[in-house]
């Protein structure tokens, strides 16, 4: 197999090094295989911009004895092959229709996905399917306070922890960050009680119960005294704060989309495409 000639080379690496976008007069062949030819422009675009003189010219040899290999294996190939295994064409239209449906729908999904979801469209669906967001188990707004074992809380601290006087939340503060080994109020979120509970280790029997009668949840362990005070709650059987289920809202709302979609592209695109004379079905 011959070598790039020595002056295509110089040629190529001086039109390289002015860059890609330079107009030639003429799009030369640089090499051909029977009646298949590489062309001067087709060669410049598999160059990588980042190689520039010898390491381009190296480059450019060793893609045009490339691609006359696989010219020459593809035309042997060819002659071979019996015409029930030449229906490639046919083959690779399908898959290129399908490879571009496939782009096409990961497009759609993605502007789905990414779009912005607004409060009154997630109130809406929430008002639509409220039915289905009955709670299966309690859910609480709580503070997660650990104080040493050894501290005694004054009376009073502890009638303002349970009474949640908003009037008295710098003095509650400024005793919990003083004395408290931890503190956690969960940025307000919903939180489920007894996922709480597992990780503390610590059981309560019926919290349904427990949550109407008590504000505050507590128990030692690990030379440790834990206060879990109750802000808010909604008990099993209870609808759902909207704000608790937001999250599975957005998600149900994409997932309503990318089914419209689907069934666009499948049936009104088909009926559009009839309904305007689109397509014809000849007999």
């Known amino acids: 197999m011959k070598k790039i000639s020595g002056y295509f080379l110089i040629a190529l690496a001086v039109f390289w090094s002015c860059g890609k976008n330079k107009q030639v007069p003429t799009d030369p062949v640089v090499a051909s295989v029977l009646d298949k030819n590489l062309y001067h422009s087709e060669l410049l675009e598999e160059i990588p911009v980042t190689l520039s003189g010898n390491d381009s010219v190296k480059f450019a040899d060793e893609y ?16 071979n092959l019996s015409s029930d295994h030449l229906k490639i064409d046919r083959e690779i239209e399908k898959y290129r229709q399908e490879l571009i449906i496939f782009n096409y729908k990961n497009k759609r999904f993605a502007e789905i996905i990414n779009r912005e979801i607004s409060e009154d469209e997630i109130r809406n669906f929430y008002n639509a399917n409220i039915d289905k967001y009955i709670l299966n188990e309690p859910i609480v707004q709580v503070s997660y306070i650990i104080f040493p074992a050894e501290l005694t809380i004054p009376d009073k601290i502890r009638r303002m922890l349970e009474g949640n006087h908003n009037n008295n939340i710098e003095e509650i503060e400024d005793y919990i960050f003083r004395f408290a080994k931890k503190y956690d109020n969960f940025d307000n979120n919903w939180i489920y009680l007894n996922k709480l509970l597992q990780q503390t280790d610590f059981y309560l029997e019926d919290t349904g119960k427990y949550l109407k009668r008590n504000k505050i949840i507590e128990f030692n362990k690990n030379n440790e005294h834990h206060l879990i005070i109750i802000n808010n709650y909604f008990l099993a059987g209870d609808t759902a704060p909207i704000e608790f289920v937001a999250p599975q809202i957005k998600g149900s709302i994409i997932n309503h989309e990318k089914l419209d979609f689907l069934r666009e592209i499948k049936d009104s695109l088909y009926y559009d495409a009839l309904k305007y004379d689109k397509f014809r079905v000849y007999n």
Request: proline share 0%; charged share 30%.
């Open 64 to 79: 045009i004895n490339k691609w006359i290999k696989q010219n020459l294996l593809v035309a042997e190939a060819e002659k």
